[in-house]
């Protein structure tokens, strides 16, 4: 019903950029706060930004001035742009959807995860 479908990772060198899209698809009422999360081999899934249906946006602290989210309410898709990427920014990220059903039920939703890898 519901699908969330990721694009945009893969191999990047230190200090390159990388776009991530979320494209959500199906029949739902609203979408309200959207996240990307991500994470690294050995390591807890951690949010590193989000974003509200009004724009309002949160960083993790590590990745404030490098990343920037944003969302498309006409497309619904939701964008993670990368820049300054460190080795340490490598792991699976992971698209994060609340989403109020035709049926007003209000659910989170992931996406499928897309690796992302920042290596030399």
């Known amino acids: 019903q519901v699908q969330l479908v990721e694009s945009g990772g893969g191999l990047v060198q230190p200090g390159g950029s990388l776009r991530l899209s979320c494209a959500v698809s199906g029949v739902m009422r609203s979408i309200y706060d959207m996240g990307w999360y991500r994470q690294a081999p050995g390591k807890q899934r951690e949010l590193a930004a989000s974003?509200?249906?009004?724009?309002?946006?949160t960083y993790a602290d590590s990745v404030k001035g490098r990343f920037t989210i944003s969302r498309d309410n006409v497309k619904n898709t939701m964008y993670l742009q990368m820049n300054s990427l460190k080795p340490e920014d490598t792991a699976v990220y992971y698209c994060?959807?609340?989403?109020?059903?035709?049926?007003?039920?209000?659910?989170?939703?992931w996406g499928q995860g897309t690796q992302v890898t920042v290596s030399s």
């Open positions: 974003i509200t249906n009004d724009g309002t946006t």
């Open positions: 994060n959807a609340d989403i109020l059903s035709i049926r007003y039920t209000r659910s989170d939703y």
